[in-house]
């Protein structure tokens, strides 16, 4: 079943967003050469803290931290430690969330580590985060859940292919339905199934997080002995961007962007709905 909210319940999703953008700003001005994934950690919790919040990451299915802090070829669910320092060239993808008054937020980003990237890398970040603007822009009532899938899988493969080969959209994990848990109904594929057809009619009230995950290379992915740790099957590094997203009776609202979405939204001709908090 998916859970449809009420103005008042994304108004509360509104706050915990906001958190989530303020970890954002501090784990983006940390991620520097020679910090650690534990001081990215550090500095999400001290968010957390100031704003009253709650982690819905640390202890769910027993992982051991606040955040994920994926780096290079790591996918997704990287968990920070002292042991691995952040090196000049490196990228990070950054996932994390927060709970206020049992509703909660969920955002990821990717950060380049100090300086001299390859245009192939900048671009794998830009390709998967148009892509999740694209998926954002497809909230809108009328559409179904496939729309979303549909215009994140669309963005990507009309990008000219990257010098590798391919970009690999990652199919073992996509977004989610959000709300009064963290994972809710419905999954949301990055990628078209025919197979799982249409999916469920998106009305106000509607919550969403989309999350591509690309890979300059395979699709393929594996989780190492921790139980958590997903890496590229290649080796190729890879890119993660997420928004939580509600739609209201006056279009989305982007929960985890400081503007709610505002800026991005009018660059593709849409116009976001009003921020419930200003």
């Avoid at 954002?24 to 650690?36: K, N, S």
């Avoid at 999400?44 to 955040?67: D, M, Q």
């Avoid at 509600?246 to 709610?260: I, Q, R």
Wanted: charged letters at 20%; aromatic letters at 6%; hydrophobic letters at 40%.
């Amino acid at each position: 079943m998916v859970e449809i909210k009420t103005p008042e319940q994304i108004a509360k999703m509104r706050e915990a967003g906001l958190v989530v953008a303020a970890i954002h700003a501090a784990t983006r001005e940390t991620a520097v050469p020679g910090a650690t994934t534990k001081d990215l950690d550090d500095a999400a919790r001290k968010v957390l803290a100031e704003h009253g919040a709650k982690s819905n990451f640390l202890g769910y299915g027993g992982f051991p931290a606040t955040i994920c802090t994926s780096v290079n070829d790591v996918v997704v669910h990287g968990i920070p430690d002292t042991e691995t320092v952040l090196q000049n060239g490196d990228i990070i993808s950054i996932d994390c969330g927060a709970i206020i008054d049992g509703w909660h937020g969920d955002a990821a980003y990717t950060a380049f580590v100090g300086s001299g990237h390859s245009a192939e890398l900048v671009e794998l970040s830009r390709v998967t985060e148009e892509s999740m603007w694209a998926g954002v822009a497809a909230v809108a009532k009328g559409n179904r859940l496939v729309d979303i899938s549909k215009a994140i899988e669309g963005y990507i493969r009309r990008q000219p292919r990257p010098t590798s080969g391919k970009y690999g959209i990652v199919e073992d994990y996509g977004g989610h339905g959000i709300g009064s848990q963290m994972h809710m109904d419905p999954h949301l594929l990055n990628y078209v199934d025919r197979k799982r057809g249409r999916g469920p009619k998106l009305v106000p009230g509607f919550c969403i997080a989309i999350e591509p995950m690309v890979n300059l290379g395979t699709a393929k992915t594996h989780v190492l002995d921790d139980d958590w740790t997903v890496k590229s099957n290649d080796g190729s590094w890879s890119s993660h961007w997420e928004h939580s997203v509600a739609l209201t009776e006056d279009g989305p609202l982007v929960l985890t962007a400081p503007d709610g979405g505002k800026a991005k939204l009018a660059e593709l001709g849409i116009t976001a709905a009003p921020d419930p908090l200003a």
